[in-house]
């Protein structure tokens, strides 16, 4: 049996992957106060709903995501918030807002009038982390911006981005975001 270059050429370039280590399909799971995961571009805003979160801010019943297009969720369960979540539509047709995927996560742990849960992202609360800790956590990502107020990493598809207030080492807020949004269009 002949193999063809191409095949070659690709267990080849597999290979390599393997040995360096790339993250390509690698997921991101955040876990909420230990009851509840979320698997970033998987998860559907009604899974949401079936967890006990509401949206106090933007959701109605009604709602429906354009095509190529996205919504905020402002996850709540009573006074305590889970950060403001993005469901985005890929598809040529609207869908229910119930069926958007989260494909985003912004965690602010300044918010004044409501307290943050508990959020485990891959199994780490960065609640409280400095610049450091967060760096030894992130170890296995690439790190592609390190500036006084915004600590980047990339892991695979997925993009990690920390933000510290001005002259605090102590991380403010969190964006994570497996790359959906530049295929998406902001209504």
């Avoid at 494909?103 to 485990?120: A, H, K, M, N, S």
């Avoid at 997925?158 to 001005?166: A, G, L, R, S, W």
Wanted: aromatic share 14%.
């Amino acid at each position: 049996m002949q193999i063809s270059k191409k095949c070659c050429l690709g267990f080849l370039l597999a290979g390599m992957l393997l040995l360096t280590g790339c993250s390509f399909g690698k997921k991101v799971v955040l876990t909420y106060d230990g009851t509840f995961e979320l698997e970033l571009g998987k998860t559907k805003v009604a899974e949401l709903l079936e967890a006990g979160f509401t949206d106090r801010y933007s959701y109605d019943k009604k709602s429906q995501i354009d095509s190529s297009s996205w919504q905020n969720f402002y996850a709540m369960k009573e006074d305590v918030t889970y950060g403001t979540m993005y469901a985005g539509n890929k598809s040529s047709q609207k869908v229910k807002f119930e069926q958007g995927k989260v494909f985003r996560v912004v965690i602010d742990y300044r918010d004044p009038d409501y307290v943050t849960g508990e959020i485990l992202i891959n199994g780490v609360n960065y609640a409280g982390y400095t610049r450091e800790q967060i760096k030894e956590a992130m170890n296995g990502a690439e790190m592609t911006l390190d500036s006084e107020t915004y600590l980047c990493f990339e892991d695979g598809k997925f993009e990690y981005t920390f933000q510290f207030d001005e002259g605090s080492e102590t991380v403010s807020s969190i964006s994570i975001d497996d790359g959906t949004d530049w295929k998406l269009v902001i209504k």
